[in-house]
Nanobody, 124 residues
Framework: QVQLVESGGGLAQFGESLRLSCAAS????????MGWFRQAPGKEREFVAG????????SYANAAKGRFTVSRDNAKNTVYLQMNILKPEDTAVYYC?????????????????WGQGTQVTVSS
């Protein structure tokens, strides 16, 4: 079992940056691939970025490519999502999740553990 807690959300202006963190407790997050998802009001939860156990395999949704960077520090049991050049359409609740798969699937059904989410609001 692993517990996940996101932090770092907040209000940003168009073009600014935010860095989200996801701290894991319980079982070490090095045992899991980690994913970031987001859910805007009235929309389905969508994949943003994922990183494998080792950090060697990384994937991004098209909306995140070139602007977001996912990373992990297994010694700190923490996963990060650096978000640059934020846009109003990035406004959502952002969740981190842990999957027993070696690489991070883009389907939320493959994730066993979820954080409570952190709100990101980007104004124009």
């Amino acid at each position: 079992q692993v517990q996940l807690v996101e932090s770092g959300g907040g209000l940003a202006q168009f073009g600014e940056s935010l860095r989200l963190s996801c701290a894991a407790s319980g079982r070490a997050c090095s045992n899991y691939a980690m994913g970031w998802f987001r859910q805007a009001p009235g929309k389905e939860r969508e994949f943003v970025a994922g990183i494998s156990w080792t950090g060697q395999t990384i994937s991004y949704a098209n909306a995140a490519k070139g602007r977001f960077t996912v990373s992990r520090d297994n010694a700190k049991n923490t996963v990060y999502l650096q978000m640059n050049i934020l846009k109003p359409e990035d406004t959502a609740v952002y969740y981190c999740a842990a999957s027993v798969h070696a690489t991070a699937p883009d389907d939320p059904h493959y994730y066993s553990y979820w954080g409570q989410g952190t709100q990101v609001t980007v104004s124009s």
